[in-house]
C-alpha cells in the first residue's frame, strides 16, 4: 500500500533560517505529492503540489521537487519567518482510484523571532 | 475558487447529545466528501468517504451508527456525532473532491477549516 513518511519534529529554527523538512513515499505508478499546512486551530491548507516526477511545486517561498528516483518530496525554503510556524504534511494521492489522501504524521515548525 | 466551509467552527455539549457538523463546498460540486478525525499533535485519520446520494463507506474500526454521515447534495454532507462521550472530543474536518467533472484538479481534495468537539 501507499505510505509517507516525514521526519520527526519538532523543528525549531531561528527567523531568516534555512528550512528542510523530508518526506519520503512508497507508492505504485505515479502518484501526485502535496505539501499541506495547518495552522494552530485550523484546518488543512493546500501550500504546494507536484503531479510528474522533476515537477517543482512552490508557494509563499516554499519549494518542494518531485524526486521519482529518490522517492522523495523534501519541503524547503530559504529563509523562515515567525509565521511560517505551523505544522505540515506531506501527502500523496495514487493515479487512478478514488484520490483519498496517505498522509504523513506531519511536522511541526517552531520558528523563533 | 475551491471553499469548503463547516459549521459550528466549535461547539461544546453535554454527555449523552448528539452534535451534527455540516461541511459545505461554496463554489464547486463536490461528488466525495470526507470526514477526518485528528487528535491533538496526530495525523488525520479517515472516517469515511461519502459520495453525494449513496451510503457512506467507513473506514475500519469507525462505528457507523456513532457517527452518522449525510451527503444529501452536491454541496453539502452533514456529520452527526449521536450520544456523544468525553472520549468523541476531538477535532473533524472535513474535505471535499470535484470529481471529473469541472475545471478543478480531478485528484485535488480541498479542506474546510474543521471543527472543534468538546463533550463536557
Known amino acids: 500500500g501507499n505510505s509517507v513518511t516525514q521526519m520527526e519534529g519538532p523543528v525549531t529554527l531561528s527567523e531568516e533560517a534555512f528550512l528542510t523538512i523530508n518526506c519520503t513515499y512508497t507508492?505504485?505508478?505515479?502518484?501526485?505529492l502535496f505539501w499541506y499546512v495547518q495552522y494552530p486551530g485550523e484546518g488543512l491548507q493546500l501550500l504546494l503540489k507536484?503531479?510528474?516526477?522533476?515537477d517543482k511545486g512552490s508557494n509563499k517561498g516554499f519549494e518542494a521537487t518531485y524526486r521519482k528516483e529518490t522517492t522523495s518530496f523534501h519541503l524547503e525554503k530559504g529563509s523562515v519567518q515567525v509565521s511560517d510556524s505551523a505544522v505540515y504534511f506531506c501527502?500523496?494521492?495514487?493515479?487512478?482510484?478514488?484520490?483519498?489522501?496517505?498522509f504523513g504524521r506531519g511536522t511541526s515548525l517552531i520558528v523563533h523571532p | 475558487g475551491a471553499v469548503v466551509s463547516q459549521h459550528p467552527s466549535w461547539v461544546i455539549c453535554k454527555s449523552g447529545t448528539s452534535v451534527k457538523i455540516e461541511c459545505r463546498s461554496l463554489?464547486?460540486?463536490?461528488?466525495?466528501m470526507f470526514w477526518y478525525r485528528q487528535f491533538p499533535k496526530q495525523s488525520l485519520m479517515l472516517m469515511a468517504t461519502?459520495?453525494?446520494?449513496?451510503?457512506?463507506?467507513?473506514e475500519q474500526g469507525v462505528e457507523k451508527d456513532k457517527f452518522l454521515i449525510n451527503h444529501a447534495s452536491l454541496t453539502l454532507s452533514t456529520l452527526t456525532v449521536t450520544s456523544a462521550h468525553p472520549e468523541d472530543s476531538s477535532f473533524y474536518i472535513c474535505?471535499?473532491?470535484?470529481?471529473?467533472?469541472?475545471?478543478?484538479?480531478?485528484?485535488?481534495?480541498?479542506f474546510g477549516p474543521g471543527t472543534r468537539l468538546t463533550v463536557l
Open positions: 507508492a505504485t505508478g505515479y502518484p501526485s
Open positions: 463554489d464547486f460540486q463536490a461528488t466525495t
Open positions: 507536484a503531479t510528474k516526477a522533476d
Open positions: 461519502s459520495n453525494e446520494g449513496s451510503k457512506a463507506t467507513y
Open positions: 501527502a500523496l494521492t495514487s493515479s487512478g482510484g478514488s484520490y483519498i489522501p496517505t
Open positions: 474535505s471535499a473532491s470535484p470529481g471529473t467533472s469541472g475545471s478543478l484538479p480531478y485528484n485535488e481534495q480541498f
